[in-house]
T-cell receptor, first 114, second 116 residues
Framework: AQSVTQLDSHVSVSEGTPVLLRCNYS??????LFWYVQHPNKGLQLLLK??????LVKGINGFEAEFKKSETSFHLTKPSAHMSDAAEYFC????????????FGAGTRLFVKA | DAGVIQSPRHEVTEMGQEVTLRCKPI?????LFWYRQTMMRGLELLIY????????DSGMPEDRFSAKMPNASFSTLKIQPSEPRDSAVYFC??????????????FGPGTRLTVL
């Protein structure tokens, strides 16, 4: 069975400082992993995805994530936060078992202080 | 490409009324997902279809909820009768899942449902 845990429900950073949003997953198979972002009152948008190619994945808006199989982690990072990064972020795992199901984490709300 | 289209964007109804939410997936996508998002429960997968066939509806809360996909370009989520606890934002998403189910999902803007 697959599962995903986002280790922080809220993260607060100052503008210009690094961002780290943590995600651990559990999967019986080689998973696909995604990060989505949701701005207030908006739908979800894909930030980046890992599908068994390079372990360091670059996404939009300067975000990247590293797949670490030994640690079953897929943490999201950004070197320098911008005010526009304030949003909710979801880590998602899919291993294709049982069809086409994907599991969303509970979300991490990122606050960016001026 | 217009992306995933959902209608209506906002719906306010009274308890006991029937509510129908609509979704048009991206052309060429063969998987469609319905989600519900609330503050208390977060994002929940309700049901997903592949090639217009319901694959897993284990997330559907109860018999008051039903979903259909009569063709590749249209799906509905119906609640009858509606209750205040159904108030939430309902998202539709579509993807090209292939055989591995690893496709990214493209989300619509959501329908904000309020049941009074």
């Amino acid at each position: 069975a697959q599962s995903v845990t986002q280790l922080d429900s809220h993260v607060s950073v100052s503008e210009g400082t690094p961002v780290l949003l943590r995600c651990n997953y559990s999967s019986s198979y080689s998973p696909s992993l995604f990060w989505y972002v949701q701005h207030p009152n908006k739908g979800l948008q894909l930030l980046l995805k890992y599908t068994s190619a390079a372990t360091l994945v670059k996404g939009i808006n300067g975000f990247e994530a590293e797949f670490k199989k030994s640690e079953t982690s897929f943490h999201l990072t950004k070197p320098s936060a911008h005010m526009s990064d304030a949003a909710e972020y979801f880590c998602v795992v899919s291993d294709g078992t049982g069809g086409f199901k994907t599991i969303f984490g509970a979300g991490t709300r990122l606050f960016v202080k001026a | 490409d217009a992306g995933v289209i959902q209608s209506p964007r906002h719906e306010v109804t009274e308890m006991g009324q029937e509510v129908t939410l609509r979704c048009k997936p991206i052309s060429g996508h063969n998987s469609l997902f319905w989600y519900r998002q609330t503050m208390m429960r977060g994002l929940e997968l309700l049901i997903y279809f592949n090639n217009n066939v319901p694959i897993d509806d284990s997330g559907m809360p109860e018999d008051r909820f039903s979903a259909k996909m009569p063709n590749a370009s249209f799906s509905t989520l119906k609640i009858q009768p509606s209750e205040p606890r159904d108030s939430a934002v309902y998202f539709c998403a579509s993807s090209t899942s292939g055989t591995s189910g690893r496709g990214e999902q493209f989300f619509g803007p959501g329908t904000r449902l309020t049941v009074l």
